[in-house]
T-cell receptor
Framework: GAGVSQSPSNKVTEKGKDVELRCDPI?????LYWYRQRLGQGLEFLIYFQGNSAPDKSGLPSDRFSAERTGESVSTLTIQRTQQEDSAVYLC???????????FGQGTRLTVV | GDSVTQMEGPVTLSEEAFLTINCTYTATGYPSLFWYVQYPGEGLQLLLKATKADDKGSNKGFEATYRKETTSFHLEKGSVQVSDSAVYFC???????????FGSGTKLNVKP
């Protein structure tokens, strides 16, 4: 596709359940980022993938959060045993290393009830 | 570490007023600087960027100049419109590491 695609666009889950969020980056983009945006707040960095290098996981808030990326394609962000404070919009972005310009998906709105 | 600080909002202006949203940064290398905009109900979009000192990014009447001496990248527009109402995010990227750091966002409300 032409842009970064995220699915699902909305997810409502019960507290304690696991969720998986998916991101399809722009083809050829070597870098991929996950951010979290709580209601009315800024972007909180979660994790960064660059090619085949080890990911930068420094922003993951707890060990309930994990992410994987297969090569330079799809990434999944997994949240285990969801809590109400995990409710937020999860944004994915991708970029070419050379251009250093990030393109964002529309986000997944996660609501934990 | 690298970071971005931008003025807190919300900023409320009347249509045709002059806009400034302040942004300063801290970086160890030579970052590229960006302004992203998030319109209500939409995703983030790149508004403008500057990749080296003294560069001016511009788009849709908005401008920002990369000032290395003051480590700033303030966003300006001479005459805002109601349609400019959105949240604006300042960001930097260190080319060497290709990570993005975002400010907390500034909400702009423009009243007719």
């Amino acid at each position: 596709g032409a842009g970064v695609s995220q699915s699902p666009s909305n997810k409502v889950t019960e507290k304690g359940k696991d969720v998986e969020l998916r991101c399809d980056p722009i083809s050829g983009h070597t870098a991929l980022y996950w951010y979290r945006q709580r209601l009315g707040q800024g972007l909180e960095f979660l994790i960064y993938f660059q090619g085949n290098s080890a990911p930068d996981k420094s922003g993951l808030p707890s060990d309930r959060f994990s992410a994987e990326r297969t090569g330079e394609s799809v990434s999944t962000l997994t949240i285990q045993r969801t809590q109400q404070e995990d409710s937020a919009v999860y944004l994915c972005a991708s970029s070419l290393r050379q251009s250093a310009e990030a393109f964002f998906g529309q986000g997944t709105r996660l609501t934990v009830v | 570490g690298d970071s971005v600080t931008q003025m807190e909002g919300p900023v409320t202006l009347s249509e045709e007023a002059f806009l400034t949203i302040n942004c300063t940064y801290t970086a160890t290398g030579y970052p590229s600087l960006f302004w992203y905009v998030q319109y209500p109900g939409e995703g983030l979009q790149l508004l403008l960027k500057a990749t080296k000192a003294d560069d001016k990014g511009s788009n849709k009447g908005f401008e920002a100049t990369y000032r290395k001496e003051t480590t700033s990248f303030h966003l300006e527009k001479g005459s805002v419109q109601v349609s400019d109402s959105a949240v604006y995010f300042c960001a930097l990227s260190d080319i060497g590491f290709n990570k993005f750091y975002f400010g907390s966002g500034t909400k702009l409300n423009v009243k007719p």
